[in-house]
């Protein structure tokens, strides 16, 4: 009973079982007020360049985030040196 006990509770749970009418959850939102500086593997200082993105467009700016991260965390940083960075704007949202 004790090696069937394991097997009944996934079982009660649904581990590995979906109804075929269970849906996928949807992506987030754009938060088209978001701003980010992209550096790669460090930021060395002074203004940033501006790069404009399109929320109308749906400019992802997580998937920039993502490779900015990686790029972080690539071992070749150690030797690669600072940027001055990219500041990423939703242009078409964040209007003066």
């Known amino acids: 009973m004790r090696m069937l006990m394991p097997?009944?509770?996934?079982g009660a749970v649904g581990w590995g079982c979906q109804a075929a009418g269970?849906?996928?959850?949807s992506k987030a939102p754009v938060d088209c007020s978001a701003t980010y500086v992209a550096c790669g593997c460090?930021?060395?200082g002074g203004e940033p360049q501006v790069q404009c993105l399109s929320c109308a467009n749906g400019d992802d700016l997580q998937?920039?985030?993502k490779k900015d991260q990686e790029a972080?965390?690539?071992p070749?940083?150690?030797v690669a040196g600072c940027s001055i960075?990219?500041?990423y704007v939703y242009c078409d949202a964040n209007r003066p």
Not at 7 to 10: R, V
Not at 22 to 25: H, I
């Open 63 to 65: 998937s920039l985030i």
């Open 72 to 74: 972080k965390n690539d």
């Open 7 to 10: 097997l009944l509770l996934a």
């Open 42 to 44: 460090g930021c060395c």
């Open 85 to 87: 960075g990219t500041k």
């Open 22 to 25: 269970d849906k996928v959850a």
């Open 76 to 78: 070749q940083c150690a």
